[in-house]
């Protein structure tokens, strides 16, 4: 008879060949040359096969009443690793120009070891006005003794995922002790979580500290039956106050989504509660008529007038307008997994009258982000945002839809029966809980119970890989691309310029602080359109006003000519015009030049 390691062992062989399974892929990954489907096309097979191996082993052991919680933990953090490590495995170079751009904030920090004001930075300054990642950054790096921030950004989607995952588990074991359903919500947010706000950014740990925020007054700020709240120990007040100001020095949206979901929950008569409310009433205003004072005065009238105009605040911006086969397809699994998340939660909410009545304030939750349609567009980013912020509510009632009626809320009924017992009029029968069904044979509740969701949960767990990494050709930099960036930060004196199509490249905001940039694609159609008929002149037009000893550049990249392309700007044949007309152009001399892209410096002469 198997000894009781042979129990422990078993549930955790899945597992174990998707982690082999995924380690071969990794080993025969070759991304040297991406195409449109960005890292998806360069997958080894066995990395499908490794998904599908682990979402089958989790769902059959989150099911079995017998197997203890860290079986499921396991399987968590192995989806983790197959969806967040993936990359940092098989590129050599951090991906991201956003990314890359909050490593020059942080070395701006490391380097002046203060803030600076908008006269000495431009637009740059807003991240000074900001400082709270970006400062526990610089900390960091110096308590690490590394050189920046870049030899560990790469990890960083899997680093702040696994600081989600006690957040999450305190939110959702606050309206349920049943482990099925905790489990299967928090392996359908991780497969859910598309948005790619884990990379490295505020956005990232203000995200987590939301979802803190949200667990801190879950579990310690609700009255009984609606009366008043208990008394609670200072401890938590002095949390919450440290959770709301780190939250509101790191990020500028965060704390407005943070606010209309603690409103949200005072909807509810247990949660009206007003201290949480006021704190990140208090500390929000108190921080943009400080510190914050600045940017607001300069952003304030395009705030205002996007207030109300929600068609142009949801209207497709950066990284959604693709073209191409795989940009398309990549968008559209974004869509279908989010969709189907929203839909699945509705399905929940409805199927499970009892667990839509005790988890309502996470229903609240949930729906609380839509409103910020209305207040602004975020950068044509705000439909992101939004779904990002609704998934922790919308990922629990999803898993309601796939599980059964939820066990462990069967004293919540027990507790309806007793109070209509005691309103019922004498003699008159008993009305039952629930509804009397029909009785189903095994084989009919085995498909509708376990295959069904099961198939859900894999389609998440795939749709994922399109909808997180189907840009990757124009997130990924190779090291040669690098390379000519460092190279041109390397050489170029105070008070110059760099020129190039966008902003998707390495190193993109390196020393801003002494050097300027301009991004020709960001211009008005009638300007690019005289750049493509005539490039050399008319670039070295715009590039000749700068003082010596400053110099003007032009870099283009591969980063730039995915980015131009997949976003439906200039194609690679306008790009490369531009290239060869300013590389015959005696107006300009070449500085670097490798597979990555070129460098260009406008002649002395020519300024």
């Given amino acids: 008879m198997p000894g009781p390691w042979y129990g422990r062992v078993v549930p955790l062989l899945p597992l174990l060949v998707a982690l082999v399974l995924w380690a071969y892929a990794l080993r025969h990954t070759d991304v040297s040359d991406l195409d449109d489907f960005g890292l998806v096309s360069a997958l080894h097979p066995t990395f499908w096969a490794g998904l599908v191996t682990l979402t089958a082993g989790f769902w059959f052991t989150v099911r079995d009443p017998r197997r203890r919680q860290g079986c499921s933990l396991a399987y968590v953090i192995g989806l983790l690793l197959m969806e967040r490590a993936t990359q940092a495995l098989v590129y050599p170079t951090p991906l991201y120009a956003w990314a890359w751009k909050h490593d020059a904030v942080v070395d701006h920090l490391l380097t002046h070891g203060g803030l600076r004001t908008e006269a000495q930075l431009g637009d740059l300054a807003v991240y000074d006005q900001w400082p709270g990642f970006f400062a526990a950054q610089a900390a960091l790096v110096r308590l690490l003794g590394v050189d920046g921030t870049a030899v560990y950004m790469a990890w960083w989607p899997l680093v702040s995922s696994l600081m989600l995952l006690l957040p999450l588990l305190l939110v959702y074991r606050t309206f349920t002790t049943d482990r099925r359903m905790i489990w299967t919500a928090v392996w359908l947010f991780y497969a859910a979580n598309w948005v790619g706000q884990d990379y490295f950014s505020p956005q990232s740990v203000a995200f987590v500290l939301h979802v803190g925020v949200l667990a801190v007054v879950l579990r310690r700020y609700g009255g009984r039956r609606g009366g008043p709240g208990p008394h609670r120990p200072l401890v938590w007040t002095v949390l919450l106050t440290l959770l709301v100001t780190t939250i509101v020095v790191s990020h500028q949206l965060t704390p407005g989504m943070l606010v209309v979901s603690l409103l949200a929950l005072c909807l509810t008569r247990r949660y009206r509660d007003w201290a949480p409310v006021a704190t990140a009433v208090v500390v929000f205003l108190a921080w943009c008529l400080t510190a914050a004072l600045p940017f607001l005065s300069a952003a304030m009238p395009d705030m205002i007038r996007s207030v109300g105009d929600v068609g142009g605040n949801v209207e497709a911006g950066y990284g959604t307008t693709p073209t191409g086969t795989g940009a398309v397809a990549s968008s559209w699994a974004a869509r279908l997994l989010s969709g189907s998340v929203l839909l699945l939660a509705a399905l929940g909410a409805l199927r499970q009258p009892v667990l839509r009545y005790r988890a309502m304030p996470l229903l609240l939750v949930a729906a609380a982000p839509l409103p910020m ?4 567009s975020y950068g044509s980013e705000m439909i992101f ?27 919540d009924l027990a507790g309806l029966a007793a109070r209509e017992a005691a309103t019922r009029r004498p003699g008159a029968p008993a009305r039952p809980t629930t509804a009397p069904r029909p009785a189903r044979s095994l084989p009919a509740r085995l498909r509708l119970g ?10 998440g767990v795939l749709v994922f890989v399109p909808a997180y990494s189907g840009k990757d050709r124009i997130s990924y930099f190779p090291p040669q691309e690098v390379a000519l960036v460092r190279h041109l930060f390397d050489q170029a004196p105070d008070g110059s310029l760099v020129v190039a199509a966008n902003r998707n490249y390495p190193l993109a905001y390196d020393a801003y602080w002494r050097v300027d940039h301009y991004w020709f694609l960001d211009d008005g159609r009638a300007h690019v359109d005289r750049i493509v008929r005539d490039p050399a002149a008319t670039l070295a037009r715009d590039m000749a006003g700068v003082e010596p000893p400053g110099r003007a550049y032009l870099l ?3 980063g730039q000519v995915a980015d131009s392309e997949m976003n439906g700007q200039l194609g690679a044949a306008q ?29 002395p002469a020519d300024r």
């Fill in 373 to 376: 349609f209305v207040a602004s």
């Fill in 385 to 411: 945002r939004v779904l990002m912020f609704m998934l922790p509510g919308a990922a629990f009632f999803a898993a309601a839809a796939l599980l059964p009626k939820v066990r462990t809320l069967a004293a």
């Fill in 450 to 459: 376990v295959w069904v969701p099961l198939l859900a949960l894999l389609a």
């Fill in 556 to 558: 283009l990249t591969r």
């Fill in 575 to 603: 790009l490369d015009r531009i290239r060869g007309s300013v590389a015959a152009s005696p107006s300009f001399r070449l500085v670097d030049e490798n597979d990555a892209g070129v460098l260009y410096v406008l002649r």
